[in-house]
């Protein structure tokens, strides 16, 4: 798609969050409403996973000016799983610009399922978008290093950076997802024939099940997402993780595609850019205001958290951060008439 309008300074218009009081109210008020709630199922294609406690829920929001909100299980680990391709893309993005990635990687939905096959044969070997796990694999393999332990390790400092703190690896997921990654090696194999991976596969895909077991929480998410929503500033540390430019970048895939085949669902219901992963997290962006994280393990067919959902819902419409909802502006001397 040609623009023609990357000579043109861009502004940027943002609102903000209400007062500390009523956030932590609000906030509040989602753990004590969506904790009863039992629908979904614990993923249990990776086995370790399948042990998680459907019960345990926690919710963080943390804001661009470093003030973090928490209930229940905000600082429960769990393993960060694909919400690490946001932010590998955005490491990624920041290294080799705009145009690169997007050319190699792509930016739209597929339409299909998180780890769908067809979806490279109809596109001719092209991954799509970076939330899925072709495009994440195909990013993945773009981190720089002369080997793949200085990609893993890059990508680690990297995430890191955006937690404000060292994020460990989950030695015990990074097993169990080794021994059952069949697909994910198919997928890369068959990227490496259409000239989308240009390292070994299998050593791609290594790195990328060390990414995706990553430990987090719903703290670290909510601050790793208000990270994006502050220009790639961490706004608890101070210390910048990408730039302005990639943050947009990463936030407009996102709301294309951060929440698979639901996105344009999401999108139409909620309004914020958001990315989940199997574990049951949920990071959900609200650009110069903050960010929303969530962990409850039970996920709806899609693979997306269905307590975090509801919660962030609830958040979006009582905290209003919809990028798409306004409300009209009355000028001195002017009247808004139905």
């Known amino acids: 798609m040609e623009t023609d309008v990357a000579d043109v300074e861009q502004a940027v218009s943002t609102g903000r969050l209400p007062g500390w009081d009523r956030v932590e ?22 086995p370790i996973l399948a042990a998680a406690d459907p019960g345990i829920f926690g919710l963080s929001v943390a804001e661009v000016d470093g003030g973090v909100h928490r209930a229940g299980a905000a600082d429960t680990e769990f393993t960060i799983q694909s ?35 067809i979806a ?36 680690r400092t990297g995430l890191s950076r955006f ?6 690896l989950d030695g015990a997921v990074y097993h169990s997802e080794s021994l059952t990654n069949q697909r994910n090696r198919a997928i890369a194999r068959l990227l490496e024939s259409y000239g989308r991976i240009d390292l070994d596969p299998l050593q791609v895909v ?19 997402g208000a990270t994006l929503a502050d220009g790639g500033v961490n706004p608890a540390t101070g210390e910048r993780a990408v730039s302005p430019e990639v943050c947009r970048d990463t936030l407009s895939v996102l709301a294309a595609n951060g929440m698979y085949e639901r996105s344009g669902d999401w999108l139409f ?22 960010a929303i994280g969530t962990f409850s393990a039970p996920l709806d067919s899609a693979g997306n958290s269905v ?32």
């Open 206 to 224: 290594d790195v990328y099940t060390r990414q995706c077991s990553l430990r987090v929480s719903a703290r670290d998410l909510a601050v790793m």
């Open 120 to 155: 490279i044969e109809l596109n001719a070997g092209h991954p799509m978008n970076p939330m899925v796990n072709a495009g994440a694999l195909a990013t993945t393999a773009l981190v720089p290093g002369a080997t793949p332990a200085e990609q893993w390790e890059r990508i």
């Open 163 to 168: 937690a404000g703190h060292q994020l460990p």
């Open 83 to 117: 919400i690490s391709k946001a932010f590998v893309y955005a490491l990624v993005c920041d290294e080799l610009g705009h145009e690169v990635v997007r050319d190699r990687v792509g930016v739209d939905n597929t339409g299909l399922g998180f780890d769908s096959v």
């Open 25 to 46: 109210t609000l906030i509040g008020a989602a753990y004590e409403r969506y904790l009863p709630h039992t629908g979904g199922a614990v993923a249990d294609y990776i």
């Open 269 to 290: 219901e909620i309004g914020l850019p958001a990315k989940s992963g199997v574990a049951g997290g949920i990071v959900a962006v609200a650009p110069g205001k903050g």
């Open 307 to 338: 307590r975090g959902q509801r919660a962030i819902a609830y958040l979006s419409r009582a905290l209003g951060l919809n990028i798409f909802a306004s409300a009209a502006h009355s000028p001195t001397g002017r009247s808004v008439t139905a």
